[in-house]
């Protein structure tokens, strides 16, 4: 198949920022993109060859804009999985496959699956709604504390809670949902795992979350990770695992907690690329964005290793601001060498809307963490 | 000033490869762009937020683009330069300046820059014509061997003869142009140097062009360039004072010989992101492309260091061939370590057509030399 400078047409699910850095290498190679994104400001509408407007989650919106592609690819989970079942049918590739995304999408199916193919995930139980679980404690099957997650569309931290007694289940939802024994554990660790069409398989290296101290936030994306290299291994084991049993084509970003005993449970998944691997732009061979394009397009996968050590700093609006978005200090970071500021082109910022994210890359490690350090205090998202 | 997702908007005249590879910066850092280029078929159309087809070298279509933005750039250097004299008169910065693009622009006047800025160069004759060139030779002022150059709009070895006898004057157009001696030289290098509004200055390695051993064309730029440390300072500081007695802003690239007794000569100037520095993409801390627009922009500028070796290989079309392209074997040099195609959106080849460049990346020179071999034996840009 000649994708370069040729006829053939991309497809992609999801206009974010996911979207646009993929469209920075799809530039770069010459290959024609289509995106579809309900809003008329999503960051990437640039960079690809048409942008249409509408909605992800709408069957006919879904299912004529695949008609008009070659190949589909997705930047978010979020999509009408009917449509991409019929288009399956009627031969178009999807990758990920619109049965991965079903068993993903649900968090509940998603820890069933992890059960059924011997993957260490923490305990958890699943629950039709918030009725059924309180049901459930009050029949002495589930104690606090525990994880409660809605089953389906949470998103970066929302649809997440920690219920330690049951003031904390007032305010929550009455939706599918799980609970998951919580689990203390030392590090919270990331795996990016690139598999290609015809099955040629790269693990990225292990990525580590630095929280904040006291905020339990996470600050630092650090690659890589700072742990012993027997933990590092057993962590690429585990993700290239989950790739293989889901069959899994494209990018599989596998999130994971090392506990106190050094076991490793898998946390969650996402079948594309991942926060934790933008590093990845200046610190690696190749970039995780184009190792997707490269596996889905069953190309020949890039080198994973990174050529320095990379840290990532994401950039939320501060609390507090809301409107016309300002980066406080851009310039002043922008001084220190390796310091690479993404702006993803949100107009307004609103309180930790994630708006961008910073790279600092070093041939050492430590001195890479200093300036992360550096970054993360003088950088503010304000508005005007 | 705020640039980023901001109202600001960035002109650029030219839509060529040049042009892409800028805007791939002004995505990552959510600056508005508008592009003019005459080719409706211009690489740079996408990942623009506005284009508009027109010529550069048209008063009224380059007045009017310049009106609609806040600062103006170039990615060629033959553009309308009474235009952009009446929009720097309006107030409107633009970097080069209309000054400097009009020593560059004609190569006569360039090397008298040269000369009246004890720059070294070789020594040369200019001519209003070639009739006054052929007068000078029949009145001994002019003896073979020389150089003939066009004084204007030469592009990529077009406009340049060596010129051994009266036999190689009859096919050259009667244009004004100038006639240098022929420099035997060890080795041809580059500086690209990044000045800022401000006049913070930076200078990228010493590359060097390694040509083909029978045929008379660059093969690779290599970057550090294999040569001695002395030479190699000796060519940065010619470099950066040829930047500052221009008193340039943006990129300057300047290409010089190393003569065979290591004196180093500046053969000629491109006031933009430049061929040979397309290996900073993988290669640097900061690319040519992201220093051009920290430099415009009077933003700090970015670290000119490489993290890694590398080496670039341009992807011309091959003789013979016409129409829709096909790069053929790109899949086998994908799947070497360190290997990125850079496809730059020509759908149709022709013979000696610029349509894209590879870089190889390794931590080891020797190794990046074999790669960039393999890679120039392999890929083939055909038609189907």
Redesign the interface.
Known sequence: M?Y???DFKLGILGGGQLG?ML??ET????IQTFVLDQSPEA?AQ????QFFEGSLMHFETVYRFGKMVDLLTIEIENVNLEALLKLEEEGLPIYPSPKTLHQIQNKGRQKDFYADNDIPTSNFKRFVSLKSLQESIKNDELDFPFVWKCAQFGYDGTGVKICRSALDLVKLPDVECIAEDRIPFKNELAVIVARSVSGEVKTYPVVEMEFHPEANQVEYVICPARIDEKVAQKAQEIALKVSESFNHIGLLAVEMFQTENDEILVNEVAPRPHNSGHYSIEAS??SQF?NHL?AILD??L??T?S??AGIMVNLVGEDGFYG????EN??KI??I??V????????ETRPFRKMGHVTI?N?NMVEARKVAEEVKNSIRVVS?
């Open positions: 000649n370069f400078s040729s646009k469209l920075a530039r770069k190679f010459d960051p640039y960079g690809c060859n061979y190749t184009e490269r190309l020949p890039g080198n290793a050529k320095v016309p978005v300002v980066y851009i310039e922008m001084a060498d390796g690479t500021p993404h702006i993803y082109g949100k107009r890359v041939e005007v």
